[in-house]
């Protein structure tokens, strides 16, 4: 597996355990999606796909696709036992009405007040919120899972988002490749760190301030 | 007992500028016989409620790509390019709404509601506009009900009562659309006699449908690698 792969399973396998057996969960699109891969053994989840249905299951095997069933994405998957279909009034009313234990989504950026921006770059790219406002508002617990930086080395974990909102203040917890961070009404505090990192690594590539919890552990 | 039409005589009625539900998730539970005959009738200047653009040639895709709606009202359009270069091109007026407020407002339109209240959409651009109301100490924004005049629903099978079953994730948007536009046709796999249908699993009440087609064409929205 190459570095980034590897980082890329540290930081989902983290963020598997913070669900308990029985959650309810929905994934954003992307890495977030391979956090399925790696949820602890004897824990039992249940993946809310919000097209229509809880118990979201892996890919269809080749073959075996039918056009009824797919995910958010459109891509043909399967169901699990213990799962149910629904319509999308329903499938909202789930996410809105504070059904879903957990969401992982990705960011484009995330402030010290649990802002979350992540769905478009005027002038570039303005594919529509989908779903993401909904969950964010919604779920009880909005889990951010993203690269610490972006592509130029610049922090992500911001001040202030400049970009257009998702949500204000849903944000939750902040894991990246290099840290655990969690969203206190004090600011963001910074409880666990990569193992091939330091915490002046941390603090040098993340733009707010971040409380250092008194022991800090490491993923 | 609703009528059941050819699929040309049922979009017959869709004139230019005529407002057009289509349920359907990523092209998944859209009519595809139903819009392929719309395509061929070459109505323009459509108003187009539909969760998301899905793919270029795939179902509701089609209609985007075949320069044939004036105005759109989705959630999502990443997946169709066309609909973001036509968007910025100002060819396609395009009205972005969060899922589960679209979901809302056409339901609320279908169950005689003045709107709804919800907090997606506080403090972002989604709430530009609109009115704030506080219940509770909560603040919600009000979202209007919304309409149309022709919905597009995909059922497995449809009682020549109307009543229809729509299996697994196909489900999506079809009951709120179903409930909201004032002539409703039915695309079913199979047309069925009511003595078939057991009333314990109908997805869609047969009173809100107004027309019933065959499907033709097979769901091609399964985007295979």
Known sequence: ?????????RL???IAQEFPDGALVNLGIGMPTMVANYIPEGRT????????FIGLGPAAAKGKEDPRLVNAGGQPVT???????????????????????????GALEVDMEGNLANYMIPGKMVPGMGGAMDLVVGAKTVIVSMEHVNKNGAPKILKKCSLPLTAKGEVDLIVTDMAFIRVTKKGLVLEEIAEDTTVEEVLKATEAPLQIAGKIGRF | MKPILTPEKAVEKIADGASLMASGFMGCGNAFTLIDALMKKGSRDLTLITSDTSFP???????????RVK???????????????KMNSGEMRVTLIPQGTFNERIRAKGAGLGGVLTPTGMYTEVEKGKQKLSIEGKEYLLEPPLGADFAFIKAETCDTFGNCFLPMATKNSAISMAMAADFVIV???????????????????????????????????????
């Open chain 1, 79 to 105: 169901i699990v036992p213990g799962g149910c279909f629904f319509d999308s009034a329903m499938s909202f009313a789930i996410i809105r009405g504070g059904h879903v234990d957990f969401t992982v989504l």
């Open chain 1, 1 to 9: 597996m190459d570095p980034k792969e590897l980082k890329r399973v």
């Open chain 2, 187 to 225: 695309e079913a796999d199979r047309i069925t006699r009511p003595e078939e249908t057991d009333p314990e699993k109908v997805t869609i009440p047969g009173v809100f449908v107004s027309a019933i087609v065959k499907a033709e064409l097979p769901a091609s929205n399964l985007q295979l690698k």
């Open chain 1, 45 to 52: 989840i249940l993946l809310h796909s919000e097209n229509g």
């Open chain 2, 71 to 85: 105005q759109l009202y989705a959630s999502h359009i990443g997946t169709n390019p066309v609909s973001g270069q």
């Open chain 1, 12 to 14: 989902v396998k983290r």
């Open chain 2, 57 to 67: 040639e795939v179902g509701v895709g089609r209609l985007v790509c075949g320069n």
